[in-house]
């Protein structure tokens, strides 16, 4: 059994419950135990999984956010920067699922955030814990 943390940017809560819901049920049907941290915005999540996994307590990742575009520049920067520090950390060995939302608008955000529909907590979750079993079988 693995420990996986749940970083999630609480930025819209009801799109938020919905993508841990569907991750925490990947993560414990796969026999896995999870925890929940939260930061305030997607922008942040990269330093806080960098912090966890420092402590050593963790096994596996995943980024739980939504972004949705306002009328600036400023959407391109939380999305694009925040995969960036998420992709950065996986090739520095990280094992981490990114699920986080980058959407024109809420209705999108709603269909992929709900378990039973898109489901992307859920995928982001399952991609955690293929990687966690590829890195176990190579190391
Ligand atoms: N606009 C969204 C943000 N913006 C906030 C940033 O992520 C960050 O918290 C702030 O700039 C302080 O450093 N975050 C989201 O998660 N979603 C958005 O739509
Ligand atoms: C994701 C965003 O950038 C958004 O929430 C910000 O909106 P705006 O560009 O209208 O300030």
Same mark, same amino acid.
């Given at each position: 059994?693995?420990?996986?943390?749940?970083?999630? !940017?609480?930025?819209?809560?009801?799109?938020?419950?919905?993508?841990?819901?569907? /991750?925490?049920?990947?993560?414990?049907?796969?026999?896995? *135990?999870? &925890?929940?941290?939260?930061?305030?915005? +997607?922008? *942040?999540?990269? +330093?806080?999984?960098?912090?966890? @996994?420092?402590?050593?307590?963790y096994? +596996?990742?995943?980024?739980? =956010?939504?972004? #949705?575009?306002? &009328?600036?520049?400023?959407? &391109? #920067?939380? !999305? @694009?920067? @925040? /995969?960036?520090?998420?992709?950065?950390?996986?090739?520095?060995?990280l094992v981490?699922?990114? =699920? #986080?939302?980058?959407? &024109?608008? *809420?209705?999108? !955000?709603?269909?992929? +955030?709900?378990?039973?529909?898109k489901?992307? =907590?859920?995928?982001?979750?399952?991609?955690?814990?293929?990687?966690?079993?590829?890195?176990?079988?190579?190391?």
């Amino acid at each position: 059994m693995a420990k996986f943390l749940i970083v999630e !940017a609480r930025f819209y809560s009801h799109l938020n419950d919905m993508l841990i819901q569907g /991750a925490k049920q990947a993560i414990e049907e796969a026999g896995h *135990e999870c &925890e929940v941290i939260t930061v305030p915005g +997607a922008l *942040e999540i990269p +330093a806080a999984i960098t912090m966890a @996994s420092d402590t050593g307590l963790y096994d +596996a990742f995943v980024a739980l =956010g939504v972004v #949705i575009r306002g &009328e600036t520049y400023h959407f &391109e #920067i939380v !999305a @694009s920067e @925040s /995969a960036r520090g998420v992709m950065a950390l996986t090739l520095d060995g990280l094992v981490i699922g990114n =699920g #986080i939302l980058t959407v &024109e608008n *809420e209705q999108q !955000a709603l269909v992929r +955030a709900d378990p039973q529909q898109k489901n992307k =907590g859920g995928d982001a979750a399952k991609a955690a814990i293929t990687m966690f079993n590829l890195k176990k079988k190579l190391s």
